[in-house]
C-alpha cells in the first residue's frame, strides 16, 4: 500500500501538465525546493521514476504517464468531496475556480471585487491563460467557470454570453487614417498588423474577420501580450484588432486612436462557459447569477458618434 499524500499528486500533476518544476511552484504559491521535494517523496513512495529532466525539460516517464492519467481523475473526485463538504456547511462558502482567457484581465479582476465584499466566504482561483491553454483545461474539467470571448465549436458545452466584448481597429494617433471619417475595411490589407500569438481568441477573430472579407492578412509581428500591442501600435510599428476592453486602464490616453472603419466595433461577447452536463457547486451557480444580476452594471457605455478620430 502506497503512501500518497493529496499535496505530492497535485504537485506531480502540475509539473507533468506545465513540463516545468519553476511553472509549477509559480502556479501553486510555493518554491522550486518545495516542488521538488514533494516530487522526490513520491518517487521514493512510488518506487520507479514517474519524470526525467532533460535540460531544463521535463518529460513523463511511463510510470509518470498512468500517475498523470489517474490523477486528473482522483483531484477531480477529490475536488467534488471539498465542495460537498463546503455546501453542507453553508450556502456560500468554498472555493471558485475560474480560468478565463488573456484580455479578460481588463474587466474580471474588478467584476470579483464586488462579488468578493458580497460574499467573503468564497476564496477565488483565478487562473489567465490564452484560449488554447484555456480550452485544454475545459476539456481536463480542472475549474467551475470558463470565462471566453470565442466558446469552442464542437466541443460538448453550454456557454451564456454576459457582456459585450466589442473589437476595434488601433493605429497611432499619427497616422493618417486616425483623420478619416469612414474607411473601408479593403483598406486594412494594405496596412501591417501587430498581432497576438496562435492560440489566443483574439488572433482567431482577426483571422476570420480577413478571411470573411477575402481579404490576406499582413502580420508586421506577433506579440503575446495586449499591453505590448498597444505599445507596438503606438510605436508606429501597425496597426492591430483588439478588444476594446483592452483600453480600459489606458495609461497614455494621446497615443493610439480608435479607427473608423465601416463595420466596426464588430460587437462581440463575452461569455462564461462550462461543460454540458457540468454538476455546479453552489458557489460556482452563486457567480453565475452575480453575473447575470451584474450585466447592467458591467456594460461598457456605448461610444457616441464622433467626428474626428476617436481617442483612448
Ligand atoms: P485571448 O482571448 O485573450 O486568448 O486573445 C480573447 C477572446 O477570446 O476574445
Redesign the pocket.
Known amino acids: 500500500m502506497m503512501h500518497v499524500s493529496l499535496r505530492q499528486l497535485r504537485t506531480f500533476e502540475a509539473v507533468a501538465r506545465l513540463k516545468s518544476f519553476s511553472r509549477a511552484a509559480e502556479e501553486m504559491h510555493v518554491t522550486q525546493p518545495t516542488v521538488s521535494k514533494q516530487i522526490r517523496l513520491l518517487h521514493e513512495e512510488v518506487g520507479l521514476p514517474l519524470l526525467e529532466q532533460i535540460g531544463k525539460k521535463v518529460f513523463l516517464t511511463e510510470a509518470g504517464k498512468h500517475l498523470y492519467a489517474t490523477c486528473a481523475d482522483w483531484l477531480e473526485t477529490w475536488g467534488r468531496f471539498e465542495q460537498t463538504v463546503a455546501d453542507l456547511k453553508g450556502v456560500k462558502q468554498g472555493r471558485l475556480r475560474i480560468a478565463a ?4 484581465k481588463y474587466f474580471m479582476p474588478r467584476t470579483l471585487g464586488p462579488f468578493c465584499a458580497q460574499y467573503p466566504g468564497i476564496d477565488i482561483a483565478l487562473e489567465v ?4 491553454r ?1 480550452l485544454e483545461r475545459l476539456m481536463r474539467n480542472q475549474d467551475d467557470l470558463y470565462i ?3 466558446p469552442p465549436e464542437g466541443l460538448e458545452i453550454e456557454s451564456e454570453p454576459f457582456l459585450e ?1 466589442p473589437l476595434v481597429v488601433l493605429a497611432p494617433i499619427s497616422h493618417p487614417m486616425a483623420q478619416r471619417k469612414r474607411i473601408r475595411f479593403a483598406e486594412l490589407a494594405d496596412e501591417p498588423f501587430i498581432v ?1 500569438e496562435r ?7 482577426i483571422e476570420r474577420v480577413f478571411k470573411e472579407h477575402g481579404l490576406p492578412l499582413k502580420v508586421r509581428m506577433e506579440l503575446g501580450s ?1 499591453e505590448a500591442i498597444k505599445q507596438a501600435v503606438a510605436g508606429g510599428l501597425g496597426l492591430a484588432l483588439l ?1 476594446k476592453s483592452t483600453l480600459s486602464l489606458e495609461s497614455s490616453p494621446q497615443e493610439i486612436a480608435i479607427l473608423n472603419v465601416a463595420g466596426f466595433p464588430i460587437v ?1 461577447y ?1 461569455y462564461v462557459v462550462r461543460p454540458h452536463g457540468k454538476q455546479l457547486s453552489v458557489v460556482a451557480n452563486t457567480f453565475l447569477e452575480f453575473l447575470r444580476s451584474h450585466l447592467q452594471l458591467l456594460s461598457p457605455r456605448r461610444d457616441s458618434k464622433t467626428d474626428g478620430p476617436r481617442t483612448i
Open positions: 482567457v488573456t484580455t479578460t491563460v490564452n484560449r488554447d484555456l471566453m470571448g470565442v466584448n497576438r492560440g489566443s481568441g483574439t488572433r482567431l477573430t495586449n478588444s462581440r463575452w
